[in-house]
């Protein structure tokens, strides 16, 4: 388990990165969402079932990745701060940065906590 927050001495939220088979059981137990956040041709193109796509980045080109200005916005239309999630990628590194986001907007605001957030 690792933690998400600043350097400075803000609290730390607890963040768990699970692998393959404790994600499948985390799901399978239909008491977590998962949030793929993989651009939407690569969502399309096959997905956990269930799963709810908001892409951390909306295009790679060469001059570089054009992040999300929505994500936490667009996660938050679709899940509370209460609910547990997944959030999951083809590698591991967007979602690492995803969640990271999502604590940090959970930090920001009135929230206190956004619920058991796992990276896959």
Same mark, same amino acid.
């Given at each position: ?12 939220l ?5 692998n ?14 998962y ?12 997905h ?15 001059? %570089?990745?054009?992040?999300? $200005?929505?994500?936490? #916005?667009q996660v *938050? &239309?679709?899940h =509370? ?9 083809r590698? %591991?590194v967007?979602s690492? $940065?995803?969640?990271? #986001?999502?604590? *940090? &907007?959970?930090? =920001?605001?009135?929230?206190?906590d956004?619920s058991n957030?796992?990276?896959?």
């Amino acid at each position: 388990m690792g933690s998400l927050g600043s350097s400075d001495g803000e609290k730390r939220l607890p963040v768990e990165s699970v692998n393959t088979e404790a994600a499948c059981a985390l799901l399978a137990s239909e008491q977590y969402g998962y949030v793929d956040v993989r651009m939407w041709e690569d969502f399309d193109r096959g997905h956990v079932a269930g799963a709810r796509n908001v892409p951390y980045y909306l295009s790679v080109n060469p001059h %570089g990745k054009e992040r999300n $200005l929505d994500f936490v #916005d667009q996660v *938050a &239309a679709l899940h =509370s701060t209460h609910d547990r999630l997944i959030v999951g990628c083809r590698s %591991g590194v967007r979602s690492r $940065l995803a969640t990271a #986001d999502l604590v *940090a &907007a959970v930090s =920001s605001s009135s929230a206190t906590d956004w619920s058991n957030l796992l990276t896959y």
